[in-house]
């Protein structure tokens, strides 16, 4: 897997700039949920988890409201150029945390919060449609698995770092830390050497963007090339956003005691949510590195991949809240997200390798919002539900049990877009 790294020096400068982007972000991600708690008071005081909730659900929504545009950008204009500013402009909005001090700022907080992540889902559409280009036919799977394990390394390492610098230096010094992490990030992208491409042969036209007739283009390439159920699989996993929401209950629940009033309140609480984000990032880095390893990547063995992953998250969070040991807690959550990650490359490795050059930016946007609207919209209920419910276990339970519904629909879904595609398009045959 790292080959992909020696064999191609210009994916190799973008994923250094993913290495240092995403250590920033998860230092802010959990620097972000520490502040939250902190700001909320005891545990068991009502509204937490709806406030968990909304971080989550304002965290993901730029993504549905600007996916089209971002991914329309990234088909027309410089990748390259979009990643730089985008990188520069949340090195700037992180710096407005240090203004958030008291509960009455919480609206600011959200406020910067969801600039960062529109600034965001441009610079992931950029990258994704770009990403690619930088690498031989042959390595896509590869690199594509990289991305994934990164992803996750760099998650489990910035959740623990970011979880005991805020313990230890205060929170104020991992948001400078994040903003750094940026101007490093731009710095690596000025040195990226990409030909230009294929590029959307259609005008950019305002109103097909808004009214979302651009993304549609795409999605309807996807359809004729038989990717659809792929470029879906990520909206079918949505309800599995309350397991994101809930973590942080997760974390005060193992740290103090179930119970304990004072729970988010306590000193560790960032370093307990570290740990929670860590076994997460584990999880989704072993992921697709076992399959690969294993099974290979075929495109039948890529479709069990996500079918499988529903059922492995399901089963591992619905035996959580069994368990008081922190350790075996930890332990299952690494398990899901295990299963997650096959879910996330097995479904991207399918829809890209299909796809022309020329839609790949908005195939990307159309899957994300997908995604993360049902992320946000699973999220928010989670955390109305904890707070209306006071029982974790049976929210988790019950999530568990949406999820793996979801993998039953996902399948049916996609044998029937398989049987209904073009083959004149070179769909891959049904598993």
């Given amino acids: 897997m790292f080959d992909v790294l020696r064999q191609n020096p210009v994916f190799r400068r973008l994923w250094l700039a993913q290495v240092v982007s995403l250590l920033g972000d998860w230092l802010n991600r959990v620097a972000i949920l520490a502040l939250i708690g902190s700001l909320s008071g005891p545990a068991a005081m009502a509204g937490v988890g709806t406030l968990f909730g909304i971080e ?14 971002a991914g329309a950008l990234a088909d027309r204009l410089s ?11 949340r090195a700037v909005v992180v710096l407005g945390y240090l203004l958030v001090d008291e509960r009455s700022d919480l609206p600011l907080l959200y406020a910067l919060m969801v600039l960062q992540m529109t600034a ?3 610079f992931q559409a950029a990258r994704s449609a770009m990403l690619p280009s930088t690498v031989r036919p042959g390595d896509l799977h590869a690199a594509l698995t990289l991305g994934a394990a990164t992803w996750s390394v760099m998650l489990t390492v910035g959740a623990l ?6 313990d230890w230096a205060g929170l104020r010094a991992v948001f400078l830390c994040d903003a750094a992490t940026y101007l490093v990030s731009a710095w690596l992208v000025t040195g990226l050497r990409v030909g230009r491409g294929e590029r959307a042969r259609e005008a950019f036209r305002w109103g097909e963007v808004l009214f979302l007739k651009d993304l549609g ?8 090339r038989g990717a659809s159920a792929a470029v879906a699989a990520k909206t079918f996993w949505g309800p599995a956003g309350v397991y994101l929401a809930l973590l942080p209950l997760l974390a005060a629940r193992y740290r103090s005691g179930d119970g304990d009033e004072d729970g988010l309140a306590m000193a560790g609480f960032a370093s307990a949510t570290g740990l929670f984000y860590a076994a997460r990032g584990i999880g989704t880095g072993l992921g697709p590195v076992l399959v690969r390893r294993f099974w290979g990547s075929s495109p039948r ?10 059922m492995v998250a399901a089963s591992a969070y619905a035996l959580v809240p ?6 075996l807690a930890l332990f299952l959550v690494m398990i899901a997200h295990i299963g997650g990650s096959a879910i996330w490359v097995g479904s991207t490795t399918l829809w890209q390798s299909d796809v022309e050059e020329a839609y790949r930016g908005r195939i990307f946007a159309a899957e994300f919002a997908g995604m993360t609207g049902s992320f946000a919209i699973a999220g928010l209920i989670g955390g109305l539900a904890f707070d209306a419910s006071g029982r974790l276990d049976l929210i988790l339970w019950w999530t568990s049990a949406l999820v793996a519904l979801s993998g039953c629909a996902w399948v049916w879904f996609a044998r029937r877009t398989r049987s209904n595609a073009d083959p004149a398009q070179g769909a891959a045959p049904l598993p």
């Fill in 56 to 69: 989550l659900a304002l965290r993901l929504s730029p993504t549905v409201v600007f996916g089209g545009l």
């Fill in 79 to 89: 990748r390259k150029a979009i990643l730089i500013l985008t990188d520069l402009l």
């Fill in 120 to 122: 965001a889902i441009f």
């Fill in 161 to 166: 770092a970011g979880g005991l610098l805020a």
């Fill in 217 to 224: 283009r795409g999605l309807r390439h996807a359809h004729r």
């Fill in 301 to 310: 063995v890529l479709r069990r991949q996500i079918a499988g992953g529903f």
């Fill in 322 to 327: 069994w368990t008081e040991d922190l350790w």
